[in-house]
């Protein structure tokens, strides 16, 4: 089962495979078919190959464009973690313990200040109305013009001196009379 070779080296599309076609007998025309076959999954194989090139090159992109946004977005990330911290205060700690402090030592020389105010206030208007009273110009005070009595004491309830059995309602007057 000798044969003889008819044809030359045949290069197929795929590198460094050589195909070699010669006259078959029966059982050489079983390994045509197989070598057919092969042929054939081998392209559908290249077919797979491109097909899936293609797609890396697709997640490639895609990766590329996420890489660029995610650079992008981080990016602007920073910068508005840097306009946060210039608004929302020192970045030195030591420096805002200070501005604490001087804002501190304001309020409290400001409520001082405030109440120094108020005792002088008070006093003029006692002065005022002392002036007043011996020129005999007091005006009304704030509480007569509101439309409320000035109490000096709190009002307290107090008991009454007449006992409940004394004091007439109609219901009990209809249960007294049985």
Do not use: F, M
Request: with cysteine; proline share 5%; hydrophobic share 30%.
């Amino acid at each position: 089962a000798q044969s003889e070779l008819k044809g030359a080296n045949s290069v197929s599309s795929a590198p460094a495979v050589v195909v070699w076609t010669a006259e078959l007998s029966p059982p050489e025309e079983q390994s045509q078919d197989q070598l057919e076959r092969l042929r054939a999954e081998l392209a559908e194989s290249r077919r797979t190959a491109d097909s899936a090139e293609e797609g890396l090159a697709a997640l490639q992109l895609r990766e590329s464009i996420q890489q660029r946004t995610i650079e992008t977005l981080e990016a602007q990330l920073n910068e508005l973690c840097s306009e946060n911290s210039k608004l929302a205060g020192h970045q030195n700690i030591k420096q805002k313990i200070k501005h604490y402090a001087r804002v501190k030592q304001e309020n409290l020389q400001l409520s001082q200040e405030k109440q120094k105010l108020s005792v002088e206030l008070d006093a003029k208007e006692k002065l005022i109305r002392a002036l007043q009273e011996e020129a005999g110009t007091l005006p009304p005070s704030r509480s007569s013009l509101l439309g409320t009595p000035k109490r000096s004491t709190p009002v307290r309830a107090s008991k009454c001196s007449t006992p409940r059995a004394l004091v007439r309602t109609p219901l009990r007057d209809t249960t007294n009379h049985q």
